[in-house]
């Protein structure tokens, strides 16, 4: 859309703050939890329980969300703290935790080897569950929805290019994520 404008992407599971990291803008999800930025609220969205047809061909199907605790899962985590809580539509349960990772692609990987159950964003497991890769699990119990934001410096004023890109995710990142949902509703 805006052949003339070059981005430098940094793609890290860390909390990176845009003034001190010197971003121009951040797309956080999960809450804000700083007074020095602006967010500007894109969507929620939930992720989702997914397993390989192979998996559940070896160690059966998870019929509640207690039942997560007898089944091999991965869980995304940052630091050492491996101790995972998910959270279903009144229910919390703790997964049987065999592989904690901040990284997300790696559960992506763990869970179409059909090693593990865990939880990603539709986004990222669209495409496995369209091709019959991967199976989402406990749709009747969703996971708590998640938000995303853009997070700018409260204190500067945003350039035209920083601006240009607001305007951009704000129209195309809805659309792709809600694509996703519906697409995945319509399965």
Same mark, same amino acid.
């Given at each position: 859309d805006h052949p003339d404008i070059r981005v430098h992407l940094l793609s890290t599971e860390r909390r990176v703050h845009p003034v001190e990291d010197g971003i121009d803008v951040a797309l956080r999800v999960g809450e804000?939890?700083?007074e020095a930025l602006i967010a500007r609220h894109l969507l929620d969205y939930r992720h989702v329980l997914v397993a390989s047809p192979e998996f559940l061909a070896t160690h059966g199907r998870p019929n509640t969300p207690q039942d997560?605790?007898?089944f091999p899962c991965a869980t995304w985590s940052?630091? $050492? &703290?491996t101790n995972a809580t998910w959270r279903f539509a009144g229910t919390s349960v703790t997964p049987n935790t065999v592989l904690? $990772? &901040?990284d997300t692609m790696h559960l992506?990987?763990?869970v179409l080897a059909g090693e593990v159950i865990t939880e990603l964003p539709p986004f990222i497991v669209k495409d496995a569950i369209e091709r019959g890769l991967l199976v989402p699990l406990l749709q009747e119990r969703p996971l708590p929805s998640v938000p995303?934001?853009?997070l700018y410096p409260a204190h500067r004023h945003p350039s035209a290019v920083v601006r240009t890109?607001?305007?951009y995710c704000r129209r195309k990142i809805p659309w792709l994520v809600e694509a996703c949902t519906a697409d995945r509703r319509a399965t």
């Open positions: 804000v939890e700083h997560l605790s007898r940052l630091g $050492t &703290n904690s $990772t &901040n992506l990987h763990s995303l934001n853009l890109y607001i305007e």
